[in-house]
């Protein structure tokens, strides 16, 4: 699973992609089924008419009895279970039933049964969920659809069925629908037969699969070939939408070649379907060969689609598509390794991205997610990747920045430092070694340790099993002898624990005019080790390839900086904008020299390192910017940006590259929004009005950010012309645009407006937060969505998962203490809640203690920077 984005604040993420708790309490015995009786087959068969409120289905299960035992559990939350029928080698035995905890199903035989094999048969009946939540009922144009979206453990709400991955076994799926429907599962169907206006399709065998990547798609479906894979391929949208399946169907290919390649072995399963799916959560999801996606994700309009949209289609597919190997080929035997499936699923899909499409630079891109997750780490909040799952209230709350981006950025560490090629061989024997069935995380380092030579397992459990991330510190000593020492990184005004890890440092340094790297396993609190002659200087993160925050020296840092692409690649001149914001927030950095430090970087040629230097700005802005210093901000904003925007001009040029396309909207919208820079906002007025006139002839990468800075000045019509375009859209990401802009008009009635709209308009569930995050951009608003979020809370609650609810603590984020004060108050009255929710409260004080003290600390030298005149 992925988040639906990967370059937003705080609050999206969150609601894109579950964040992170950290479960304390050792687990509730008996949390987990027994392993006396376990499934070997399921057949299921439903009788859904997407027409319809309710439906109903049967299982068949056979079972093999290891221990004579009389009484076994599975899983079947809020069914109605109408007849359990249990036959075994001494015929059928009268069984009696019932409801346990967290959706378990009890089932008890008057007597021990004799070991053997068992078919358990349930016959029962449901209603939809219309919470886009285990098996649910989406409504698009007056046509009914159904979907699913199993992870972690809904499964259980859609049928009877052993819902724990470790669980992996072949499922035979039966599907009776009205006859004007299709359907879509993991596997193709072996027959497909209509009669008196029913049509039954029968879905060929899986393989051993776990319950939560099992999928079902129903309804008017339109089907569009994907040419040039292994196996059959297609995407498959809902009535009217295959017109906008050619992106996917051109990008798809090579990217799975470039996985094929990697993995030295075919795609695993027999056909490959992508999914869009109208009311969907997360970004995507992995199902076995059915893989979902956001419509908005997947569907995009072959000329109107922005740089942007094409390379988020490109990364999450690759994402997605990794897990087929690593996930759904071999799977975690239980949610404590979900970690492992989605960092290993994030590092390798940024791989064969950027394999197939070096235009899009996402291993450059992924840096953003790394510096996201160690700001997540400077925090004694923070959490250990990997810990024992002991709640099941939420199974996917720990399923956040550390879960996806630290690990990933781990293993690439460690890929690093072992070599990609035996990096690799390991990854490769562990597949082989775990096929079709379960594997925990020991199993990989194990074989990347025996390919490799070296103490992977060792290195890994210290970044895993212990919170935060290190600071490395390197000084020179004398001549060739440097110094490195570690300390756990940690904001102004906090005192940390004492933790070690062992670190695989990469310095980079100059000695004689020439630049050279060297791995060190740094293993104690500090070392001293002797370079090739005597340095000039020494970087001590080559590549970006390490997790961690680093420190040199004022004058070496100088140095570094000072010798721009002589001495920095693309990531290390990327890394080094992030390190710069970390060591403001250790005060290590003052304000004013943070900001002066950014000049250099908004400069670079490498669009990437000025996208960095965007990034930025936005921490700037919620720390610093009140309603009194932005028209000084909006003066730095222009002399920070305006020189990379005359560079790479206003206007696309026909073969630019994409890097310039996916920064050039970037440039616009701080510009016009925060710069106030009037021929920006002329000329996001005039593409504005070109599109409205006729989308065709507009550069798509600037139609979103013209229409939010257009929106800026806009008026009651305007408004309403806005709206009416959302409504009336066919491509998703039209709609999405309209809806984007609609949170950035800014007179206080059509700030009104837009949020009524927002709550209560004809918006699907997850469009909701759009509109809210869009007015909390403006300074004077930014108390605005979280006003939103309590005054509409009763009406979230009724439309989103419930797995979300936790995640509404977010709009507490910024730099208010009182507003988290008041969150806090808020998330601890009972409707409010719901488990997990303290944890995650916890979390956004934390990030907003820091903003304030950040605020108190250096808001003083940043605005007496910003009123200097300009040089
Ligand atoms: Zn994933």
Redesign the pocket.
């Known amino acids: 699973?992925?988040a639906a984005m990967r370059r937003v604040p705080a609050l999206l993420f969150a609601l894109a992609v579950p964040a992170s708790a950290a479960p304390s309490a050792p687990a509730p015995a008996g949390h987990r089924l027994g392993t006396d009786v376990v499934p070997v087959f399921e057949a299921v068969r439903l009788t859904a008419d997407a027409g319809k409120p309710d439906y109903t289905g049967s299982v068949r299960i056979e079972l093999d009895v290891r221990k004579p035992v009389s009484a076994f559990a599975l899983h079947a939350r809020d069914i109605e279970i109408s007849t359990v029928s249990l036959t075994g080698p001494d015929g059928a035995v009268e069984v009696r039933h019932g409801s346990g905890e967290r959706g378990r199903l009890d089932v008890t035989a008057p007597a021990p049964l004799r070991p053997g094999r068992y078919v358990l048969e349930i016959e029962f009946a449901n209603e939809y969920d219309t919470q886009a939540t285990g098996l649910y009922k989406v409504v698009v144009g007056g046509d009914s659809y159904l979907f699913t979206q199993f992870e972690a453990d809904d499964a259980r709400q859609a049928f009877p069925c052993w819902d724990e991955p470790a669980f992996k076994i072949p499922y035979e799926l039966t599907v009776v629908v009205p006859e004007a429907h299709v359907a879509v599962s993991n596997t193709p169907p072996v027959s497909d037969t209509v009669k008196d206006g029913q049509r039954t399709v029968v879905f060929g065998r899986t393989k051993p699969l776990p319950s939560y990547l099992l999928a079902l798609a129903a309804g008017p479906l339109e089907f569009v070939p994907i040419p040039g894979l292994s196996v059959p391929g297609r995407v498959v949208t809902v009535k009217g939408a295959s017109a906008l399946a050619g992106e996917a169907v051109r990008t798809t290919p090579p990217v799975l070649a470039a996985l094929e390649r990697y993995f030295g072995r075919p795609y695993p399963y027999d056909k490959l379907d992508l999914i869009a799916v109208p009311e969907f959560w997360p970004g995507a999801m992995?199902n076995a060969g059915a893989v979902t996606f956001r419509d908005t994700v997947l569907l995009l309009d072959a000329r109107g689609a922005s740089a942007e949209q094409r390379r988020l289609l490109v990364e999450i597919n690759a994402?997605?598509l990794a897990?087929m190997w690593f996930?759904d080929l071999v799977t975690m035997d239980w949610w404590d390794d979900l970690w492992l499936?989605?960092s290993f699923?994030?590092w390798m899909g940024d791989k064969a991205a950027a394999e197939a499409f070096p235009e899009f630079q996402t291993e450059v891109a992924s840096l953003e997610g790394t510096q996201r997750a160690m700001n997540t780490d400077a925090r004694l909040s923070t959490r250990a990747i990997r810990q024992p799952v002991s709640s099941l209230d939420n199974l996917l709350q720990s399923a956040d920045e550390l879960a996806y981006q630290k690990g990933q950025a781990v293993l690439a560490m460690v890929e690093t430092w072992v070599g990609p090629e035996s990096f690799r061989r390991g990854v490769l024997d562990y597949l082989a070694a775990h096929e079709w069935g379960n594997a925990v995380a020991a199993d990989l380092w194990n074989a990347v340790s025996k390919a490799a030579g070296k103490d992977v397992a060792g290195v890994m459990e210290t970044f895993l099993d212990q919170p935060g991330v290190p600071l490395v510190t390197v000084d020179a000593v004398d001549g060739a002898r440097v110094r490195l020492s570690q300390r756990r990184f940690a904001n102004q005004g906090v005192t940390p624990p004492a933790t070690a890890w062992r670190i695989p440092v990469a310095l980079k340094y100059e000695t004689g005019g020439a630049i050279r790297t060297r791995v060190v396993l740094l293993t104690g609190p500090s070392d001293t080790v002797t370079l090739e002659g005597p340095v000039a200087w020494v970087h001590p993160n080559a590549e970006q390839r390490g997790y961690y925050r680093w420190s040199v020296p004022t004058a070496t840092q100088r140095a570094i900086a000072g010798g721009g692409q002589r001495v920095m690649t693309v990531r290390e001149r990327v890394g080094f904008v992030g390190n710069a914001a970390a060591l403001l927030d250790a005060g290590a950095l003052r304000g004013d020299e943070y900001l002066e430090l950014l000049l250099p970087f908004a400069r670079d040629p490498e669009p990437e390192v000025v996208s960095a230097v965007v990034g930025a700005l936005g921490k700037v802005k919620r720390a610093f910017v009140t309603p009194e210093l932005e028209p000084t901000f909006a003066g730095y904003v222009r002399r920070l940006l305006g020189p990379a925007l005359e560079r790479i001009g206003m206007e696309r040029r026909a073969d630019e590259p994409e890097a310039v396309s996916l920064l050039r909207p970037q440039l616009l919208l701080w510009l016009g929004r925060d710069g106030h820079d009037p021929a920006v906002l002329a000329r996001a007025n005039a593409v504005a009005a070109a599109y409205l006139a006729d989308p065709a002839k507009t550069d798509a990468s600037i139609v979103g950010v013209a229409l939010q800075l257009r929106a800026l000045s806009g008026d009651r019509a305007l408004f309403d012309e806005f709206r009416r375009r959302l409504e009336a859209a066919t491509v998703p990401a039209d709609r999405e645009r309209f809806l984007s802009a609609l949170g950035y008009f800014r007179s206080p009635e059509l700030v009104e407006e837009a949020l009524r709209f927002a709550a209560a308009g004809p918006l699907r569930p997850q469009e909701m937060f759009e509109i809210p995050q869009g007015i909390g951009t403006s300074v004077a608003e930014e108390a605005r969505p979280y006003r939103f979020m309590t005054e509409n809370y009763d009406a979230i609650r009724a439309k989103i998962p419930p797995m979300f609810l936790v995640f509404m603590t977010h709009f507490a984020t910024g730099c208010s203490e009182d507003r988290a004060r008041d969150a806090s108050a808020f998330f601890s009255e009972p409707p409010h809640a719901v488990p997990g929710t303290d944890k995650e409260m916890a979390k956004v004080a934390e990030a907003v203690r820091d903003c304030a003290a950040l605020r108190s600390r250096e808001g003083g030298a940043v605005a007496a920077y910003l009123r200097r005149p300009a040089p």
């Open positions: 699973m992925i992995e994402h997605e897990h996930g499936n989605e699923a994030s």
